[in-house]
């Protein structure tokens, strides 16, 4: 894993050496446990120009030393230049003394009226840094699994980012969601969607859902990779435990999801099927259709559950479902294709998005919580426990067992 805490004195040290040496940025970075372009951002940024002319990091004489040596584009400095003794242009060097003089003094300014203290500031950058960046774990997950460490207010938290106190910017933070009203058109229901929709609609669903308050909520939806593909995500979503399931459909059809309801039929057994998915609660999506086959085991003709369907372009009554997509969207955005996926890497995905804590939950991850009501189903589906700071939204983390 990448170390994103600052530079220090030692390893500027370090840097100048190396990089005198004619070492690569790449080589340099290996050689400290940091990455190329921290190493190559570094340089850029601390260079200063030897010169009667000019202050150290006076910005019109590092562009005019740019301007008149074509090399400094891509070396930035002359440091390693085998020719500098003879050259009577502008220099531009690299020395760590400076560097780590001029990170103090901004460090200074950053840090007016910041109230705490570099050991902690270390802190941060060791354990919660890596996992917002590299896990792509949200500031939430964060402060619930490390209140010792974040011990002020998530307030606090994004100051310190905007003003430059941690090694993070806001492109590394989660997008907060915004649901837009969609426009739409109103459609005209054919002769079979008023049959198939009759003691269905979302009106029945309130109705019934009230009267049966101690049933199981499902809400369920498909995800679309590109516009063009074929395979796509069925996600079904446990209201009472915030729990999701995702399977790997090859198309989007009723076929498709109908094999997957059937494999949770005869994975579960009725009982447990029933108990769980007990009440489902889904779109106008055509792969729905097949109402039976969710709500009856057609062997024997017995009712296991009831599905309804939400109006026309109203994503806001299955909030919940549509709020854990952001999970998804964060491993693979909206146009990513699904083409490569296998059903291995979609475990992974559910997986690691259950084992986020929300703080709806109090704190609890939806394992935890499926699993003190339903621990047959976690063992029955295998659903696996990943320790919290091994919790990854990170694209490479998730589909990594397809480069095994």
């Known amino acids: 894993m990448t170390n994103y805490n600052q530079l220090n004195a030692s390893q500027r040290e370090t840097i100048q050496i190396l990089f005198n040496k004619g070492k690569s940025f790449t080589d340099i970075g290996l050689a400290i446990g940091k990455d190329r372009t921290t190493i190559s951002k570094e340089i850029k940024r601390n260079r200063y120009i030897k010169s009667n002319f000019y202050d150290a ?22 440091n390693n230049c085998p020719n500098k003794s003879k050259c009577n242009k502008h220099h531009l060097f690299y020395d760590y003394r400076l560097a780590q003089k001029h990170y103090e003094e901004q460090l200074v300014n950053s840090r007016t009226g ?18 917002i960046k590299n896990n792509k ?3 939430n997950q964060v402060y619930i699994n490390h209140p010792d460490v974040l011990f002020f207010s998530k307030t606090t938290f994004y100051k310190y980012v905007d003003i430059g106190v941690l090694s993070l910017t806001n492109s590394d933070l989660p997008k907060k969601i915004r649901y837009k009203k969609r426009k739409h058109t109103k459609n005209k229901e054919n002769k079979r ?46 209201r009472k435990t915030h729990f999701m399931l995702i399977f790997l459909l090859e198309k989007k059809d009723s076929a498709s999801v109908n094999a997957k309801i059937n494999f949770l039929k005869e994975k579960l057994g009725p009982t447990l099927y029933s108990k769980v998915f007990r009440i489902f609660l889904t ?10 086959n969710f709500e009856r085991n057609l062997d024997t003709n017995t009712k296991l559950s009831n599905i309804f369907f939400c109006h026309p372009y ?13 999970y998804i969207r964060r491993v693979f955005p909206k146009g990513t294709s699904f ?18 804590p929300r703080l709806s939950l ?33 694209k490479d983390d998730i589909t990594f067992l397809k480069n095994k």
Do not use: W
């Open 137 to 139: 774990q949200s500031v």
């Open 193 to 238: 969607e008023i049959s198939l929709l009759k003691g269905r609609r979302y009106e029945d669903f309130i109705l019934y859902s009230t009267e049966h308050p101690q049933m199981n909520i499902v809400e369920m939806d498909t995800v679309i990779g590109t516009i063009n593909g074929k395979k796509c995500l069925m996600t079904l979503y446990i």
């Open 57 to 78: 990091f006076d910005v019109n004489g590092i562009n005019k030393a740019i301007e008149d040596c074509s090399k400094l584009k891509n070396c930035y400095v002359c």
């Open 339 to 356: 083409e490569n996926l296998d059903d291995n890497i979609v475990k992974n995905l559910q997986d690691n998005i259950n084992a986020i």
């Open 362 to 394: 109090g704190g609890e991850t939806p394992f935890d919580l499926t699993k003190k009501l339903y621990p047959e189903l976690i063992e029955l589906l295998d659903c696996k426990y990943i320790e919290p700071d091994k919790v990854s939204l990170n």
């Open 114 to 131: 910041v109230d705490i203290k570099p050991n902690e500031i270390d802190d941060i950058e060791q354990q919660i840094v890596p996992l």
């Open 314 to 326: 109203s994503s806001s009554e299955k909030h919940g479902i549509e709020v854990n997509h952001e």
């Open 283 to 292: 779109d106008n999506g055509t792969e729905f259709y097949s109402v039976l």
